[in-house]
């Protein structure tokens, strides 16, 4: 009505010419669809085929088809006289084929961006397990499989898809099957799609109770603001709408406030509306109930019978209008001998003679936007994004809350005002709408097997990671300095540490080693003291000297393996081990020879005398030390030990500790002391029972027992342990095996020196060994 009597004003647009329109019914089957289009061409009467009965005021332009089935059913018929047919429903790429469908014409823009649209909305606000309602149509079966698609590219899930069939007979049954699939369902977004007609089951639900925990997601194609008064109106509180962008068009609210059926009484549409929307008639003996008052207007209605900014579906007929009608300005343009007619209607002006020029119109409407009807040039629909809100006096708005524009660059398409929106009652916040739980910060999303991505299950993060944030796929690690908290949410700084003095095992292991080595000491001290006893000279005084000032350098030696590593301790730690304890081993297999040599120098005509009291041992200890001291020198040439940070071992700290640089280099020391400890234990289990005076061959065995046993036990522990115990384990070593040493060989020497001096003479140990 709006665009007819604005044309009618337009000097410029089929000037002294009026427009008219005729409203026919539109029903929900084909056999009504074709009744009522056979009435249109007959004329108001009997409806018979090819005679019109209609002399005046024929139409030469259809503008309806609000679904595509609506339009295919008119257009079987009015294809066969080549009607023009210009359609204000959602854009449908079936109809847009010439070949079936040559007089159709199609004014909606396209919807191809509406599905990447809906999961940009999903995508903003975390909803990954969404369901779907769409009418039985092709269009709504397009639809879903290009939503389906754009959700799997974005690892969005389909929680259920549930199809709404127009049917009046099983409105019921369908509405009870889609409940329970509804109730039974823990996705809390719903996207509906599809026309209002097939839709009417769901927009008219008395079971409301359902329907109130879910968030709907729809476009405007579906009016859920259009319900009659006993539907519960708080069903779709909360709901989004994506709306196709229109422009404000200039005179339509004042057009609105202005209407009056008083003005136009021969409006019959008009009085039926005033009287369905004011529940009065316009005028005595017209209607039931009262008669209106004569200042009712459309801007006091609510939204639910009128708004009053023009809906997409609006602007779409306001534009169809003035499409026919400057297709006839066109035509009339170019066939001048038409213009003449009977009371103004140009009888000659034959329908299809409008296809040519219904395909080339292009225009500028009153807001200024392009209107074009070729084909394939309808643009890509735009959206704003409307809240719709009900409130408790039964009255509801739509506020747009965001667009999305599809010709924006990536990234600046989707714009939503989150804070603007109001959430359905039950919500009260954005909710996430997912499959499973929420993975709080310190887990992370494990995929299920044979279920849909958005299925999952949470676990920990693994050691040395964390998540700071919910539903993360992956952990992150901390950085080397840094370790994870006992939740795994954030990271903390590592505590350096390594064997210190200050702490409890260190004090405690430093102590030990000045105590056994100032013990070595006074042993020393003894022997030096009782230099010419027998038990002292027995064996070879000199080598008892060296193994036991060896012994305390030995117990010494360990103190470099406590502290803060340094490159000096570092290089000196392992290499000061090595060469003392190669310098005891080798003086105890010297002393083990010694037995021999003596034993046999007993003999008569024995050649071994000549090696008794000779300096032969000596020269073996230097030999030995010597092959050790070139090990040492190799490796400290090659690959040195160097002051490094073990991160890895323990989560909590860094462990300073010094790198062996070479871990062959590291073994072969370790390697040499063995063979010299092996070769000692042998000679010395083999000599133990010499019949000689002086035989300490019993006191080496089981010396050597005990120091092979320690480091026995030493390797698989020193490989088990990380930082500062692994530290530890070779200083215990070091010192049980010194330890051991000392007291197997030298205790029983002090205790027959200190406390039994009768027994340390010549003349008893010769009718007493101590063997």
Known sequence: MFAVEEINRNTKLLPNMTLGFHIFNAYHNDERTLESSLVWLSGQGPTIPNYSCERQGKSKVVIGGATS???????????LYRFPQVTYGLFDPLLNDPGQFPSVYQMAPRDTSLPLAMVQLMLHFKWTWVGLVASEDSRSENFLRDLQEEMVRNDVCVAFIQKIFYDVTEDDRYLSYFLKKLFCSTARVIVIYGNTDTLLTLRFSKVPHTLLYRMWVTSSHWDIAKKPGYVYFDNFHGALIFSDQTTKIPGFK????????????????LQNFWNSAFGCAPKIGKGDGAVCSPNASLDTLRLSYLDMTMSHQSYTVYSA???????????????????????????GAYPWKLHSFLKNVQFNNSAGNLVVLAEKKNSVANYDILNYVTFGNDTEVLVKVGEFVSEAPAGQQFIIQQKAIVWPRTWGEPLPSICDKVCSPGFHIKAQEGSPVCCFDCAPCPQGQISNQTDRDQCMKCPEDQYPNMERIHCLPKRVTFLA?????????????VCFSLLTVLVLWVFVKHKDTPIVKANNRDLSYILLLSLSLCFLCSLFFIGRPTATNCLLRQTTFGIMFTVAISSILA?????????????????????VGSKAPISLVVFCTFIQVMLCAIWLLLSPPFPDSDTNSDPENIILECNEGSLIAFYSVLGYIALLALGSFTVAFLARNLPDTFNEAKFITFSMLVFCSVWISFLPTYQSTKGKM?????????????????????IPKCYVIL?????????FLKNNPIS
């Not at 059913?73 to 009015?78: E, F, I, N, T, W």
């Open 726 to 746: 692994m530290v530890a384990v070779e200083v215990f070593s070091i010192l049980s095996s010194s330890a051991g040493l000392l007291g197997c060989i030298f």
């Open 501 to 513: 003095y200050e702490e409890t095992l260190g004090m405690a292991l430093a102590s030990i080693a």
């Open 755 to 763: 406390l039994q001096p009768q027994k340390n003479t010549k003349k």
């Open 591 to 611: 002393k083990t020879i010694t037995v021999v040599l003596a034993f046999r120098a007993t003999r008569p005509g024995s050649k071994s005398r000549r090696w």
């Open 321 to 347: 209008v003035y499409a026919v009608a400057w297709a006839l300005h066109e035509m009339f343009l170019v066939r001048s001998e038409m213009q003449s007619n009977t009371n103004g209607n140009n009888s």
């Open 69 to 79: 089935e609506l339009t295919v059913a008119m257009g079987s018929l009015l294809e």
């Open 254 to 269: 004042h057009f609105l406030k202005t209407i009056n059926p008083a003005k136009d009484p021969e409006n019959i549409f």
